[in-house]
Nanobody, 130 residues
């Protein structure tokens, strides 16, 4: 079973940056889809970005429209760590950010469906003040 541990959340002013990290432990899969969702009170969880991590290659990504050009998802050299670099943060980016994962190749057509992901981290809070 994969365990996901996030870090890197915090509070910044609008226009600032944060980098979130997610380490997948007990990861022995050759291919895994990992990414980030976020949620604010009263709203459904929203897919932010995903990346296909593969021991031989991988690295294909998808982003929700609201973060394109500001956020970058990437994988570490060890392939079991995923980062979310968040620049030009806005108040609407506020939320609890969850690392997610599912074995195999990402389902690119439905990647933003939260039901697709088998594993979830505990979440890390991001707060942006205007």
């Amino acid at each position: 079973q994969v365990q996901l541990v996030e870090s890197g959340g915090g509070s910044v002013q609008a226009g600032g940056s944060l980098r979130l990290s997610c380490v997948a432990s007990r990861y022995t899969l050759s291919s895994i889809c990992m990414g980030w969702f976020r949620q604010t009170p009263g709203k459904e969880r929203e897919g932010v970005a995903i990346i296909h991590s593969d021991l031989s290659s991988g690295g294909t990504t998808r982003y929700t429209e609201a973060v394109k050009g500001r956020f970058t998802i990437s994988q570490g050299n060890d392939k079991n760590t995923v980062y979310l670099q968040m620049n030009s943060l806005k108040p609407e980016d506020i939320g609890m950010y969850y690392c997610v994962a599912v074995p195999g190749i990402c389902r690119w057509g439905s990647w933003s469906d939260a039901r697709y992901y088998s594993y979830w981290g505990q979440g890390t809070q991001v707060t942006v003040s205007s």
